[in-house]
Antibody
């Protein structure tokens, strides 16, 4: 069955960068947009950016432009999200999610906890 | 500070019905499809409703969605203790150029 598997939890100091991976299996990786969504403790989800793995075209939410980079490696069906200049406000669970033809996010990774602390 | 507004919590007894509202604006809900997600504690969100009122395969018909103007509603009938979770609405926002979500509603089945 289709699934997304993410890399493990990260602890970073303020000012550092983090790179989270998301490996797809069970479906055509290049055929669906892949979004990165974060969820701070006790809050609702928030979109960070997305990529079309087939073309490599990326779009970033304005709030994160200049700090986020989303890439992919089609040879291993894996997408990556790198967030730089981390602050404590970036502490959250980061999810990758498949966009099912603009009908919602139908497959989610298990989430990667990113903690930013000095 | 979420773009979409949901009540923080709702509750009802097992077997009863509950509705969860999601309020937005003309730049999001009024002109785009709404999705609903269920998030059990410690897990990733799960798609419950898409295109305002459609259910993915495997989602029971106890879950329903509707939309009117700038608001959307999730309905759950025949409540079960296993339905206790956080529920989120989501949709595209034309002004922000991104998917936006509500702040979430915690459902308690008494």
């Amino acid at each position: 069955q289709a699934q997304l598997v993410q890399s493990g939890a990260e602890v970073k100091t303020p000012g550092a960068s983090v790179k989270v991976s998301c490996k797809a299996s069970g479906y055509t990786f290049t055929g669906y947009y892949l979004h990165w969504v974060r969820q701070a403790p006790g809050q609702g989800p928030e979109c960070v950016g997305w990529i079309h793995p087939g073309s490599g075209v990326t779009t970033y939410v304005q709030k994160f432009q200049g700090r986020v980079t989303v890439t992919r490696d089609t040879s291993i069906s894996t997408a990556y999200m790198e967030l730089s200049r981390l602050t404590s406000d970036d502490t959250a669970v980061y999810y990758c999610a498949r966009d099912y033809r603009n009908k919602g996010f139908d497959i989610w990774g298990q989430g990667t906890m990113v903690t930013v602390s000095s | 500070q979420s773009v979409l507004t949901q009540p923080p919590s709702v509750s009802a007894a097992p077997g009863q019905k509950v509705t969860i509202s999601c309020s937005g604006s003309s730049s999001n809900i009024e002109n785009n499809y709404v999705s609903w997600y269920q998030q059990l504690p410690g897990t990733a969100p799960k798609l419950l409703i898409y295109d305002n009122n459609k259910r993915p395969s495997g989602i029971p018909d106890r879950f329903s969605g509707s939309k009117s103007g700038t608001s959307a509603t999730l309905g759950i009938t025949g409540l079960q203790t296993g339905d206790e979770a956080d529920y989120y609405c989501g949709t595209w926002d034309n002004s922000l150029g991104a998917v936006v979500f509500g702040g979430g509603t915690k459902l308690t089945v008494l």
